[in-house]
Every structure is written in structure tokens, then in C-alpha cells.
């Protein structure tokens, strides 16, 4: 079974500048996670989708993050414009099932962000 | 979701059994205990779950107080692969988000 994938791996961009990410989850996976880890701590959830809908997307920095999943399967996440304190690895996760029973995230590799 | 509490950081020699406690005093009674890794440079990886009864798996074994206000997850027989950070969650049930703290950063040695 494939994992998580998720392009690029590495980015370095300036300040101001824009930035997007892309994530294919586990086929069949319904539900898809962004996170955000700042180095040193946890990481920290941007937005949940569950197939196409949004299903928590409080704590994005909605001036700034952007996120969809139109098809309900890949999904790109957008930093428009990027500030210094973005600098972080953004991770994307999946999961077959929704809130009925227990289930485990897959990761993927992450995109490491570096903001100059 | 409740809160955890870990220790930062940790040694374990190898082939000894690593065994990281966490704190989880406010849990209720509908919340499930977690744990996950996170090997440096890596996405984080699921190791094992429970709710009230000790659980093993091939991974390793997860110890929960009758009280259900703390857990240590044991690996039996820790090995140089093993060194990473080792997030203790508890949150209600699938099809949420995990709330990840600081983790413990095991170290195995040689």
C-alpha cells in the first residue's frame, strides 16, 4: 500500500513571497489533515477535511493559509504571503474512518518550509 | 481534549526495554490514550492504542493505570531505530485531530 505522499520536500522562499504544497493521501481515505510543526515542538493542526467538506479549519490563519481538496482526494495548502514565523515542516495525514470508531493517521514525509 | 504530561527526554541502552510514562490525570472516560513517533526527519507514526485495557501489538505493549490517569507505553526490547520522539495523546475518538504536545525525545545507545 502506497503512503502519503507529499511534493516538494524542501522550499525556500522570502518573505512576501507565495508558496503552495500538495498532498495525496492513502487511496481511499476519506479524511485528510494538515499540520504544522515548528521546530522543537508538536506538531499543530491547520485544517481537517473529511473527503471535500472542511470539517475544522480554526486554527488556520485564514489572511494568510489557504487550503482545498476539490475532488475530495489530493489537496493543496497555499501560504499567500509567507511571513518569517512561517518557517516550519507541513505535514499532511490521512485516515479511513470519520468520528464512529477508533483509526490511525498515516503521515507523510513533509514539506520542509524555510522563510528568508 | 485532555491534557498530557511527559517527561523531555530519556535514555535506554539497547536491547533493554524502554518504558515512557505519561500523565493524562483529567482524561475522561470516553477518551482514548494514543501514543506516537516521530523518527528524526520523518512524519510521525502510529505505535498503539487503548481505552481501558492493557494492549500489545508487534510494536509495542501499552500499560494503563486502573484509574486510567496515567500509561506507560514499554518497548520490549529497544534498538538504535528506536530513537525519536514519542508523543502520548488522548483525544475522544476517530475522525479527530490529534493534539500533539513536546513528546519524549528517547535516546538509545549502544
Given at each position: 500500500e502506497a503512503g502519503v505522499a507529499q511534493s516538494p520536500r524542501y522550499k525556500i522562499i522570502e518573505k512576501?513571497?507565495?508558496?503552495?504544497?500538495?498532498?495525496?493521501?492513502?487511496?481511499?481515505?476519506?479524511?485528510?489533515?494538515w499540520y504544522q510543526q515548528i521546530l522543537g515542538q508538536g506538531p499543530k493542526l491547520l485544517i481537517q477535511f473529511q473527503n471535500n467538506g472542511v470539517v475544522d479549519d480554526?486554527?488556520?490563519?485564514k489572511d494568510r493559509f489557504s487550503a482545498e481538496r476539490l475532488k475530495g482526494v489530493d489537496s493543496t495548502l497555499k501560504i499567500q504571503p509567507a511571513k518569517l514565523e512561517d518557517s516550519a515542516v507541513y505535514l499532511c495525514a490521512s485516515s479511513t474512518?470519520?468520528?464512529?470508531?477508533?483509526?490511525?493517521?498515516?503521515f507523510g514525509p513533509g514539506t520542509r518550509l524555510t522563510v528568508l | 481534549d485532555a491534557k498530557t504530561t511527559?517527561?523531555?527526554?530519556?535514555d535506554c541502552a539497547e536491547?533493554?526495554?524502554?518504558?515512557?510514562?505519561?500523565?493524562?490525570?483529567?482524561?475522561?472516560?470516553?477518551?482514548?490514550?494514543?501514543?506516537?513517533?516521530q523518527i528524526h526527519s520523518q512524519g510521525p507514526q502510529y505505535i498503539i492504542h487503548g481505552l481501558k485495557n492493557n494492549?500489545?501489538?508487534?510494536?509495542?505493549s501499552l500499560i494503563i493505570t486502573e484509574d486510567r490517569k496515567s500509561s506507560t507505553l514499554i518497548l520490549p526490547h529497544?534498538?538504535?531505530?528506536d530513537t525519536a520522539v514519542y508523543y502520548c495523546i488522548v483525544r475522544v475518538s476517530s475522525g479527530y485531530a490529534l493534539n500533539f504536545g513536546k513528546g519524549t525525545s528517547l535516546l538509545v545507545t549502544p
Open positions: 512576501r513571497q507565495s508558496v503552495a504544497f500538495w498532498c495525496n493521501p492513502i487511496s481511499g481515505h476519506a479524511t485528510l489533515y480554526s486554527q488556520l490563519p474512518r470519520d468520528r464512529e470508531s477508533t483509526d490511525t493517521q498515516y | 511527559q517527561p523531555t527526554s530519556m536491547g533493554r526495554a524502554a518504558n515512557l510514562p505519561c500523565n493524562h490525570s483529567t482524561i475522561s472516560g470516553n477518551e482514548y490514550v494514543y501514543w506516537y513517533r494492549e500489545t501489538n508487534e510494536m509495542a529497544a534498538t538504535l531505530r
